[in-house]
């Protein structure tokens, strides 16, 4: 279909971002739903496309743990030969229906959320989350990872496919985002209560499940303990919708912000495929005892696709809790940036009221060409890595895109559109 006006295609895309309807359906082996991961040694990663060269210390270890716990190589050392070879096709999660936080590596047996679009019929999948500590998304590799990661695949993984294979259609995730974003919930940074309303759809038919009583104990307390267990769930939500809308292929709507450590990388609706990049910055914030924002490595993770959804920093009104943890001051400060973010988007979705914010919906549709017009960037929650691989989180905070993505994309669509420079 054409649009008389760029207006009226950017409404169509918001459209079908409020119209998206995701379900979580299954937790399975990666490589079952997507088929490059059988192709030889694959991984996938975060943000745009990248090189194994041109990857920070944190992913470059994380690739490391991948290498070991699909057991590519026995040790550290032959791990990264393997890596430095090239002979590892490394593949942008994005570009297989997929999203990864942090450094977003992904191999074939990871056990992957799958999460359906049910008004598009599309599908999306993101790893599971790993707890919080030495974990492989923030670059560590230990022993303690891989064993964590083969548990996830063999146990974790198995129970929650057959609990959510009792629930016909599966999980309704819109109304799980609903409940939680009026308690507190932003879900980048936080998602306490969505992993907890999670775990109460859960609870009850884990525990009549016919399985070992230690394993089902395991899984339990796992859920419990893990507060960002829901993040990687509305990745998944967040990226299934946004592909639906992107289907039409006209508009300067943002579908897709993301970032490798290396570049920062975003896609309009009228551009499809392509990726508009710049270089990422550091986040700033607040800084676990003894580091510093020397210790920070650069900007990385899928898990911006939140914020191109509406939720995340864009709506850091909804999460009062959050705002000093991310070092972004108190009530007030979040109440501006939400309102500052809602320049930058074309409408509000009135599927997910903030009741903090006078119940107005979430931000809808950031617009590229507000962006460059008024030099607004979207405000991006998100944990800071060591830039060392292996050490894990050093804080929290917040961070921007450079501006320079959204004027290419907006140059890009201005002359497909026919517009000389």
């Known amino acids: 279909m054409n649009y008389q006006t760029i207006d009226e295609a950017n409404l169509a895309v918001a459209a079908k971002i409020v119209a998206g309807s995701p379900f979580l359906l299954d937790v399975v082996p990666a490589k079952s739903v997507i088929k490059e991961l059988n192709e030889g040694k694959v991984l996938l990663h975060a943000g745009p496309p990248i090189t194994y060269e041109q990857m920070v210390d944190p992913i470059q270890g994380a690739c490391v743990g991948a290498v070991l716990f699909e057991e590519w190589a026995d040790n550290e050392e032959d791990a990264r030969k393997l890596l430095e070879s090239g002979e590892v096709k490394l593949i942008p999660c994005h570009h297989v229906d997929a999203v990864g936080p ?10 992957v959320l799958i999460v359906e679009n049910r008004t ?25 990872v891989v064993t964590r990661l083969r548990w996830m695949r063999d146990v974790l993984g198995p129970t929650l496919s057959k609990v959510l294979k009792t629930k016909e259609g599966g999980l309704n995730v819109n109304v799980l985002v609903a409940k939680a974003i009026s308690m507190g919930d932003e879900f980048h940074q936080r998602n306490i209560a969505a992993s907890l309303a999670f775990l109460k759809e859960i609870a009850p038919i884990l525990v009549r499940l016919d399985m070992d009583q230690q394993e089902k104990e395991e899984v339990m307390q796992f859920l419990a303990d893990t507060d960002q267990f829901f993040l990687n769930i509305m990745m998944a939500a967040a990226k299934a919708v946004l592909d639906g809308a992107r289907t039409i292929q006209e508009g300067t709507i943002v579908t ?49 696709i939140t914020e191109t959804f509406g939720v995340g920093g864009m709506a ?10 991310v070092g972004s001051g108190g009530f007030h400060d979040a109440l501006q940036t939400s309102n500052e973010m809602r320049e930058i988007c074309i409408d509000q979705n009135p599927n997910f009221p903030v009741p903090t914010w006078d119940f107005q919906g979430i931000c809808l549709g950031i617009d590229a060409r507000k962006v460059v017009e008024t030099g607004i960037t979207p405000v991006i929650n998100t944990g800071i890595a060591n830039k060392k691989a292996g050490l894990g989180q ?12 959204f004027e290419k994309a907006v140059l890009a669509y201005a002359k497909k559109l026919g517009f000389q420079e």
């Open 102 to 111: 942090m450094g977003g590596i992904t191999s074939a047996n990871m056990a």
């Open 394 to 405: 050093i804080g929290a905070g917040t961070v921007h895109p450079p501006i320079e993505c």
């Open 316 to 325: 850091m009104i909804a999460a009062p809790a959050v705002t000093r943890f």
């Open 120 to 144: 598009d019929g599309n599908k999306a999948y993101c790893t599971m989350n790993e707890g919080i500590g030495a974990v492989l998304r923030f670059g560590a590799y230990s022993e303690e």
């Open 256 to 304: 897709a912000m993301c970032r490798n450590g290396y570049e920062f990388g975003i896609r309009i609706a009228g551009m499809g495929d392509e990726w508009f990049t710049g270089p990422v910055n550091t986040p700033q914030g607040l800084y676990f005892s003894g580091f510093s924002e020397a210790d920070a490595a650069p900007d990385m993770g899928d898990s911006a």
